[in-house]
């Protein structure tokens, strides 16, 4: 049987690889986005937990209790992490929009407040109108959906965007 001290204690393990791994998620996606500041104050903290939570599990390796919450904390933290980020939806993506309707689609994301860049091109069928529309990530479905109301054949591209770049 496993006393309460071994619980708690692989408890706060667990608890610890939580909080670190999901600070590790989080501090990936600010890194990809430029974020060096809050990526810094991030990564300090991250590291003081993962080092509370690997010395204690090298003070009890002789109790596979603590190396398994050491595990499960990794695994539910990245489960955790993943989830924030995606909740969180940090930075900046630009819509790609290929439409015929080049200029009905760009007039009605204009009205809503969106930024669009407009270009002129030929495909296939004739012309074709390329739109670059800038926005939070927490706006891209928003800006899905509106042009799908005026273009409901139109291919959308989204992609991650860099706000600064690095000298």
Same mark, same amino acid.
């Given at each position: 049987?496993? @006393?309460?001290? +071994?619980?708690?204690?692989?408890?706060?393990?667990?608890?610890?690889?939580?909080?670190? =791994?999901?600070?590790?998620?989080?501090?990936?996606?600010?890194?990809?986005?430029?974020?060096?500041?809050?990526?810094?104050?991030?990564?300090?903290?991250?590291?003081?937990?993962? =080092?509370?939570?690997? +010395?204690?599990? &090298?003070?009890?390796?002789?109790?596979?209790? $603590?190396?398994?919450?050491?595990?499960?904390?990794?695994?539910?933290?990245?489960?955790?992490?993943?989830?924030?980020?995606?909740?969180?939806?940090?930075? @900046?993506?630009?819509?790609?929009?290929?439409?015929?309707?080049?200029?009905?689609?760009?007039?009605?994301?204009?009205?809503?407040?969106?930024?669009?860049?407009?270009?002129?091109?030929?495909?296939?069928?004739?012309? &074709?109108?390329?739109?670059?529309?800038? =926005?939070?990530?927490? +706006? =891209?479905?928003?800006? $899905?959906?509106?042009?799908? +109301? &005026? @273009?409901?054949?139109?291919?959308?591209?989204?992609?991650?965007?860099?706000?600064?770049?690095?000298?």
């Amino acid at each position: 049987m496993v @006393d309460s001290a +071994s619980l708690y204690l692989a408890l706060m393990i667990f608890l610890a690889r939580v909080v670190d =791994v999901s600070l590790g998620t989080l501090r990936h996606a600010l890194v990809v986005r430029g974020k060096r500041a809050l990526t810094f104050a991030i990564a300090f903290v991250e590291s003081i937990i993962w =080092v509370f939570a690997v +010395s204690r599990v &090298i003070n009890d390796l002789s109790d596979p209790l $603590m190396a398994i919450a050491f595990a499960f904390g990794f695994a539910a933290g990245t489960f955790v992490g993943i989830t924030l980020e995606s909740i969180l939806k940090i930075g @900046d993506q630009v819509v790609k929009v290929f439409t015929q309707k080049g200029s009905a689609v760009a007039q009605l994301l204009r009205e809503q407040g969106f930024r669009v860049t407009e270009f002129q091109g030929n495909g296939r069928d004739g012309t &074709i109108y390329l739109l670059f529309v800038q =926005v939070p990530r927490k +706006s =891209v479905k928003q800006v $899905m959906k509106l042009t799908r +109301s &005026i @273009d409901p054949t139109c291919y959308l591209v989204v992609e991650d965007i860099k706000m600064r770049a690095y000298a």
